[in-house]
């Protein structure tokens, strides 16, 4: 947990952030245990903007890390930051269990995916064994 919390510090540091100026980090864990950073990178077209866990779960994804558990998020907030809901629903489909929401102070809250994304939409396959769909 706590090499999860400085390898996210130490992403934010990379943020790409010419329109906001608000620098995020996230360190995210898979089953393997290796880590994986991300950092905020905006555009000119405010949009396409992504933010640092889904940067950090998009690079684990793609070394072929898809069994994830732990992320911890960090910027420079009064208090422990909080993922917006497109990360929320892609830390879902990844299986993130535990989500650690931190600022620079030092400031740590540990939170569940329940608690962050109660209800949430479940992968297809979820729904092929009830009568939810088809
Ligand atoms: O949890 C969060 C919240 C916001 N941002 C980014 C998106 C944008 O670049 C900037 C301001 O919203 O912060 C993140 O990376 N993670
Ligand atoms: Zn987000």
Redesign the pocket.
Known sequence: MEELGKAAVKAREQ?Y?P??K???G?AVQGKSGQIFTG????NASYGL?????RTAIFKAVSAGETELTTIA?V?DTPGP????GA?RQVMAEFGISQIILMNLKGDRRLVTMDELLPFSFAKVDFYKDGDNNE
């Open positions: 943020a952030v329109y906001s608000f620098k995020v996230a950092c905020n990178i905006e903007s992504n933010c640092a866990e998020v910027a930051v909080s993922p917006c990360c």
